[in-house]
């Protein structure tokens, strides 16, 4: 299949943004820790005798407090106190003393995770398989009778629940495939997978690719644009692993590579 310049140039468009994503304040460059919490309250800031020790921000960051119902009050040094309510899909998130500070919730349990915005990070420069439209397939968009429960692994080990409503069935080269939509949006469903080019080319655990132009009966999946989690990128990150037909006997020579 030809690859028209067209579709070259907005394929470089996407891969400026991306970018742009990750290097932004609140993209996966500049984390400086993630603290799981309980019920109670902690000290933060650099200073060593604080129950959370952040390796940036002034010695006295201020009191974070969560109470049983797993509300999280934030009471900085200086100002008024910041109370949030975790949400797992979109985490609150609040900005001190040049510190991006977020409340992330996995299996119910709240964690902190701090970025230093004043450091943009350090990015190894990512390669991209050669661009091929013949990587980009319009699949099938097949709804399940009843929304599907599901549990998928993360890399620190830690099962998620999550309901599965639709997948994406498609064929390459003439054989048939389909892929589990396991997170992402209505508009734009997320597919965790891993294929052959996690054994020396790309991230082991696995790439996200997300569905585009979606309608009630068909998706657009890009592997042109298969991404690299945020594991890939810090420790600090806690990432699904691709259910297991989401795992593909094939090699997926498109999108990015492992920056290592």
């Known amino acids: 299949m030809t690859t028209s310049s067209d ?12 970018l742009a994503n990750l290097k932004a304040a609140d993209g996966w460059l500049n984390i400086v820790g993630r603290w799981w919490l ?13 129950d959370i020790v952040v390796p ?6 201020g009191t974070l407090t969560q109470d ?10 200086s100002g008024a106190p910041i109370r949030v309510e975790p949400d797992k899909k979109h985490p609150p998130k609040f900005t001190v003393d040049g510190l991006l500070l977020e409340i992330t919730t996995l299996n ?5 995770r701090i970025r230093d915005t004043n450091s ?22 097949v709804p399940y009778t ?41 508009e734009a ?30 998706i657009v999946l890009d592997f042109n644009k298969a991404i690299n989690p945020p594991c890939a990128f810090t420790e600090f990150a806690v990432c699904p692993l691709p259910p297991p037909a989401n795992v593909l006997p094939i090699r997926i020579e498109a999108g990015e590579k492992w920056p290592h």
Do not use: C
């Open 7 to 18: 579709y070259l140039a907005s394929l470089d468009a996407w891969r400026t943004r991306r």
């Open 38 to 50: 309980e019920p109670g309250s902690v000290t933060v800031g650099s200073a060593p005798d604080s």
């Open 56 to 61: 940036a921000g002034p010695a006295r960051l």
């Open 68 to 77: 049983a119902g797993g509300a999280v009050t934030f009471a900085p040094t």
């Open 108 to 112: 119910g349990e709240n964690a902190l």
């Open 120 to 141: 943009a990070g350090k990015l190894t420069p990512i390669e991209f398989f050669t661009p091929d439209a013949a990587w980009r397939v319009v699949a099938d968009w």
């Open 146 to 186: 009843s929304p599907q429960q599901l549990t998928v692994g993360t890399t620190k080990d830690i099962d998620t629940e999550v309901e599965v409503t639709h997948k994406a069935v498609f064929s390459l080269g003439g054989r048939p495939f389909e892929l589990i939509a396991t997170h992402g949006t209505p």
């Open 189 to 218: 469903p997320q597919f965790v997978i891993r294929d052959l080019t996690s054994r020396d080319s790309t991230y082991p655990a696995s790439r996200f690719v997300y569905g585009e132009e979606v309608t009630d009966k068909s």
